[in-house]
């Protein structure tokens, strides 16, 4: 009687403690301590201590990784320690095979694994299901995230993404080289055009020029109708002389781009479209403006202004640059200086630059050839040529070419028939 007592008081003691309290390693460890107790008590009777023991590999099991180890030879040295315990206070040994304590031990241990299983089989399914309804979430806010970051330059959404910063109002005064451009003869070109028309040729445009301002590490700050505004220098700059120069090569491959575009253009019907271009360096403030609930990543000053302003002085295809400008690219690019210009809100007037084109001032090593006149139209890409296009590209010059003598041979027959008769009339 007293050892059930010992036997069974403990036991529901450790069935208690094992399901009222949050598993975690003190209570694992004293859990374990009860078990082990128990096993060195009676001995390693053989039934007893395997159920117990299925009990004390089952906690070790739900604890964290790095603690098996402690909690295993926490029970193997309770155990030993308890078994020679009750060797010296029971010399005689004991024999628990021929009652019905190791079954109900049995049976009471297989209940607790069960119930452990099943809650532990319950948590995995609850977890499975909630893995899945958060990967769906997951899934469509990374769609959702894909959308909106077309929204905003990649320069300020990507390192609020990698680095989770906070996002507030705040900005800061930095040199910047800005450019500002839009299309000649768009205005005059939309009263004659539908609407469909007009807006497949802006965004076709718009397209275009995109790539290209990411190719060169732009800040796209925005599209205002035909026209678009980026600046480099923020918040990633190479410097201020290399922020310029990549400003202005950008703006060059704009300008040749145009020139592609407008050839396809014309085949629709749409003549006249030409960029023009202006490009400041200088003091501006940059950064988060507005309010708490609605930002927006854009740059305020002067030189923004003044870009503006020389944009609308340039002519077609011209890139005009202010002197700051000029000073960082002179020995890159040959420019041409403009005039000291009177622009609307500035007191002094503004030398301006225009950058010259460097295919059409690199003789035979220019990879674009462009030419233009009533009737006539030559556009030579170099850069986009493939080498089984040569042949074909001769051929069809080769017929022009004849077509052009024939024509020329005609006009002169017709100019010599024509001061033949003259010459007849007279006498």
Known sequence: MALSIIIILPSLMIFI?????????????IVIILLAVVIGAIQFCMVISLSLASLIAMRIILNKPENHLRLFTVALVTAIVFYYVSNILDAGGMDCNDSWLPTVILLASMAVILCQFRRTHKKHTDYKESAYQ??????????VINKLTRFVPPQVWEP??????????????????IMFSDIVGFTELSDSLS??????????????????????????????????????????????????????AMAIDMRREMRTLRQKWR???????????????GYCHVGNFGSNNRL????????????????????????LINESTYDYVCHNYECQYIAALELKGFDDKVNAWQVLDPDSHGGYLSKWVDHTLPGFNLHLNFKDMKDEDYQDIRSRLNVALERVEKEEEKVAASIAAESKRHKTGQR
């Open 17 to 29: 403690y094992n399901y009222r309290r949050k598993t975690s390693f003190w209570t694992s460890n």
């Open 134 to 143: 958060a990967g769906g979430r997951l899934s469509t806010m990374v769609s």
């Open 160 to 177: 609020i993404v990698r680095a989770d910063m906070p996002v507030t109002v705040s900005n800061k005064r930095a040199k910047l080289t």
């Open 195 to 248: 609407a469909d028309n007009l807006a497949d040729i802006l965004n076709t445009y718009m397209h275009c020029m995109t790539m290209i301002a990411d190719k060169h590490g732009a800040v796209l700050d925005k599209f205002i109708g035909d026209g678009m505004v980026c600046f480099f220098g923020e918040p990633d700059s190479r410097g201020s002389r290399q922020d310029a120069l990549d400003c202005v």
């Open 267 to 281: 085949l629709m019907g749409f003549e006249g479209l030409y960029i023009r271009i202006g490009i400041t360096t």
């Open 296 to 319: 927006s990543y854009t740059l305020i000053g002067k030189e923004a202004n003044l870009a503006s302003r020389l944009q609308s002085c340039g002519g077609k295809d011209e890139i």
